[in-house]
Each structure stands twice: as structure tokens, then as C-alpha cells.
T-cell receptor, first 112, second 117 residues
């Protein structure tokens, strides 16, 4: 079946360094992708999204890159801070009906 | 962005009892609400899609008679876990979408931690 997966289950980075979280998706029809941050015991928090007609989108300290050729999505966090420690999920919308498929998640640990 | 609330935030119940979880969109109208379940250290798994005024659509493997969903208004959806058992213990998260002001975007609630003894 269709799936969204992540390459790394845990990523540890030094405070101040940049973080890169990767995601592979398999549904070539997906035209909308989202990154979520989830802290322990809380619901997912929207970080940034991107549509398939773009290959890069920037937010505050975050950048999402989309490579449709290899079906790859990444989230870059600049100057990673302790508050960035969380689990990050990518999600795709393959049908345009808000029915998102979530990836397996990557835990980001920020080391002081 | 829009705000979605869930109530209760956590609940502990005895095996065999039923538990109702509410999901509310506070400042927008949600024609569609989604219910997810998340086990520890795992991803969100979609259980069902709830459309206002119609029956919910359940994902494969999710028992509709066990997880009753009602979406009676554009701001409220409820999930009732009937005859709960310890294996139903999980983190239940709802999301709401469908407001044309927020194209494609779902807004997630804070989740409800269910523990069945």
C-alpha cells in the first residue's frame, strides 16, 4: 500500500547546529505535504507545509524541501534549540480530502 | 490558525465501561473531523473520518460498533469507546478541517489519554 516513511528514527544534534529530518513518500499523486512537531503528551503542531508545485518553502528557522523526482521531503531546522526537541512527523495528502498519511516519525534530541 | 479542543484530556476507566471523548473546533466550522489513535512511540493511525450530518467512514480494521462517532454539528464530533478493554488504552487525537479559509489544513486537538484498567 501507499506509505510515508522516515529514514532515521532518532536524530541527536548539538544546540545551535542545523537539523535535517528526512521523509520518503511513495504516492506520486500526493500534492500536499506537511511537517508536524509533537511534544510528549500533546497533539501534533503544524510547522510548515508545501504543495507539489514548489520545491522549497521557508518559514521562521525552518525550511521544507520537496524532491518529487525521488519522492523525498526534508525539514531543515536552523540553529536548533532545546525547545525543538520533539518527535517530527511528515504527512501527505494523496487525495486532496484532508485524509493525511503520516510517516513513522523522527525523534529529535537537542544536546546542550 | 484555528483551535481545536478535546475533552477530557485524560481518562481512566474500568474494563467494560464506555468512554466518550469530545472534539470541538473553537473558532471555525469543521465539515470534516478525523479521529486518530496513537500508541506509545508510534505514529498517528487514522481510525475514521467524520463528516457533519452523515455517517463516519472507518478505516480498515477499525470496528465501527466499538468506536462510535457522531458529528452532529460543524463544531463538535464525539468518539465513544464502547466496552473498553485494556488494549484500547491509547492516545486519541482528533483533527478538524474543511473550512475554506484554511485550504487543505487540518487542525489537531491536544489529544486524550485513555487508560483502561
Amino acid at each position: 500500500g501507499e506509505s510515508v516513511g522516515l529514514h532515521l528514527p532518532t536524530l541527536s544534534v548539538q544546540e545551535g547546529d542545523n537539523s535535517i529530518i528526512n521523509c520518503a513518500y511513495s504516492n506520486s499523486a500526493s500534492d500536499y505535504f506537511i511537517w508536524y512537531k509533537q511534544e510528549s503528551g500533546k497533539g501534533p503542531q503544524f510547522i510548515i507545509d508545501i504543495r507539489s508545485n514548489m520545491d522549497k518553502r521557508q518559514g521562521q528557522r525552518v525550511t521544507v524541501l520537496l524532491n518529487k523526482t525521488v519522492k523525498h521531503l526534508s525539514l531543515q531546522i536552523a540553529a536548533t534549540q532545546p525547545g525543538d526537541s520533539a518527535v517530527y512527523f511528515c504527512a501527505e495528502d494523496p487525495s486532496g480530502t484532508y485524509k493525511y498519511i503520516f510517516g513513522t516519525g523522527t525523534r529529535l534530541k537537542v544536546l546542550a | 490558525g484555528a483551535v481545536v479542543s478535546q475533552h477530557p484530556s485524560w481518562v481512566i476507566c474500568k474494563s467494560g465501561t464506555s468512554v466518550k471523548i469530545e472534539c470541538r473546533s473553537l473558532d471555525f466550522q469543521a465539515t470534516t473531523m478525523f479521529w486518530y489513535r496513537q500508541f506509545p512511540k508510534q505514529s498517528l493511525m487514522l481510525m475514521a473520518t467524520s463528516n457533519e450530518g452523515s455517517k463516519a467512514t472507518y478505516e480498515q480494521g477499525v470496528e465501527k460498533d466499538k468506536f462510535l462517532i457522531n458529528h452532529a454539528s460543524l463544531t463538535l464530533s464525539t468518539l465513544t469507546v464502547t466496552s473498553a478493554h485494556p488494549e484500547d488504552s491509547s492516545f486519541y487525537i482528533c483533527s478538524a478541517g474543511g473550512d475554506p479559509r484554511f485550504l487543505n489544513e487540518q487542525f489537531f486537538g491536544p489529544g486524550t489519554r485513555l487508560t483502561v484498567l
